[in-house]
């Protein structure tokens, strides 16, 4: 909104400064400190206002250390990063993009899909909460709403640039041509881009892709808020996790928005996306707000209303700026959180069925509940799956030199 303020006031009144709001970076920088300010500052006030309401975590005894002693810590505090993410989007970003459109309505969708999950639990008293196949169904609704826009919105295309050309006077010369395109970035690879009409079998039209992209988005956005359901099991662990990934969402948001970035370092040139670095910094912002509080020992959870939309935002953001093959190497923690969920209940049923009896191969599922049993501290097995993270990220962005 304010974006919009400042650039008629530098257009029809010609005010000294206001057309620094046309810079990307600036925005980028006042984003991450008002969702920081807001996380900070208002997110105690929310902290006080849950105990007040005795909104408190119900612990399953699972026999780990210290888990008890969370028991009464209040939860929902996915709040704060949801409007610590979305009052500086608003802000600072341009509110008609449609990528931005796009991300805001995942934040919310899978935000009311988590409170859902947190009010049945906490006022319902019920320990399972929403069930499963809700979660499901909300999350295939986001991944149809993503799909579909993504195919079918005119103002989503990727651009092409031809060959450098230079003229008889010595000038150069570039031409491009934007195009409605399901193109994709492969990481590690230089010829890396890949069409998902290679997917289709030569009997089928190339304009029924769409069915295929739609499913391949839902399963995305479903695992990815899924596995990032599944990391919210340890003291800033979860937020941690999101804020390395932000960053580098961020970084590659504004490169694919960027022409001279993204010409250099042979990255696919979307326009118009370059606003999503916006939406990166308050989201990284929110997240590392909440963290303060978070933090072991925490004084709030986010609950499903924070864990399933970060997992839904991320997976969005990889979507849109078309580097989502690159998740399982950046959202490594969450896919090794949810394949150690699937592999015990897999493994445990098999030799169930086989031997008459259970066998697991963790001592505990998800992985960080394994490192609890093997008496890990907490905190320890937080910071040592944040510097796989770090890592993780790093190896993301070289992809882009690597081409």
Same mark, same amino acid.
């Given at each position: ?11 029809? @009144? ?6 620094? $709001?046309?810079?990307?970076? /600036? =925005? ?13 500052? @208002? ?34 505090? &996915? ?12 802000? $600072? ?29 906490? #006022?319902?008293?019920?320990?399972? &909460?929403?069930? &499963? =196949?809700?979660? *499901? ?23 092409? /640039? ?7 006077? &010595? ?16 990481? #590690? ?13 030569? /009997? ?46 961020? *970084? ?8 001279? $970035? ?6 696919? /040139? ?21 963290? @303060? ?25 990889? *979507?849109?700026?078309?580097? %989502? ?11 090794? %959180? ?9 493994? $445990? ?7 008459? %009896? ?46």
């Amino acid at each position: 909104m304010l974006y919009y303020l400042f650039d008629y006031l530098d257009k029809q @009144w010609n005010i000294p400064g206001a057309g620094v $709001f046309q810079y990307i970076s /600036f =925005r980028v920088f006042l984003a991450i400190i008002t969702s920081l300010g807001i996380a900070a500052i @208002w997110g105690k006030a929310v902290i006080y206002r849950l105990q007040r309401l005795q909104i408190g975590e119900e612990i399953r005894d699972l026999g780990l250390e210290g888990q008890m002693q969370k028991k009464g810590t209040p939860t929902m505090g &996915g709040f704060i990063i949801l409007l610590s993410l979305i009052i500086p989007t608003l802000l $600072f970003a341009k509110i008609t993009n449609v990528y931005i459109v796009l991300l805001l309505t995942s934040a919310i969708w899978l935000g009311a899909v988590g409170f859902a999950d947190d009010y049945i639990k906490v #006022f319902k008293k019920n320990k399972d &909460g929403l069930s &499963g =196949r809700f979660k *499901i169904v909300g999350q295939i609704g986001l991944g149809i709403i993503v799909g579909l826009t993504m195919y079918f919105n005119e103002h989503i295309k990727v651009r092409l /640039f031809s060959k450098v050309s230079v003229l008889a006077d &010595g000038t150069t010369l570039q031409s491009y041509t934007d195009h409605k395109s399901l193109m994709t970035t492969v990481p #590690f690879l230089k010829n890396n881009q890949f069409d998902y009409n290679m997917l289709l079998p030569d /009997f089928i039209p190339d304009h029924y892709v769409w069915v295929v992209y739609v499913l391949v988005v839902i399963f995305i956005i479903t695992a990815v808020s899924n596995g990032a359901n599944i990391t919210d099991g340890l003291d800033g662990l979860a937020a941690g996790t999101s804020v390395i990934i932000g960053l580098t969402l961020a *970084i590659l948001a504004y490169v694919s928005g960027n022409k001279v $970035f993204s010409q250099y370092l042979n990255v696919m /040139f979307i326009p118009n996306s370059g606003e999503l670095a916006i939406f990166c910094a308050a989201f990284v912002g929110a997240c590392i707000g909440f963290l @303060w509080y978070n933090a072991y020992p925490a004084q709030v959870f986010m609950g499903d209303t924070g864990s399933l939309m970060l997992g839904g935002v991320i997976a969005t953001l990889a *979507i849109v700026i078309r580097k %989502e093959m690159l998740i399982p190497v950046l959202c490594g923690i969450f896919l090794v %959180e949810n394949l150690s969920v699937i592999i015990q209940v897999a493994y $445990f049923k098999y030799t169930k069925q086989k031997y008459g %009896e259970g066998r697991r191969v963790f001592l505990m599922s998800p992985l960080h509940h394994h490192f609890q049993k093997k008496n890990y501290h907490e905190a320890k097995i937080v910071i040592r799956f944040l510097i796989v993270g770090i890592i993780l990220a790093v190896i993301s962005l070289v992809t882009l030199k690597l081409r």
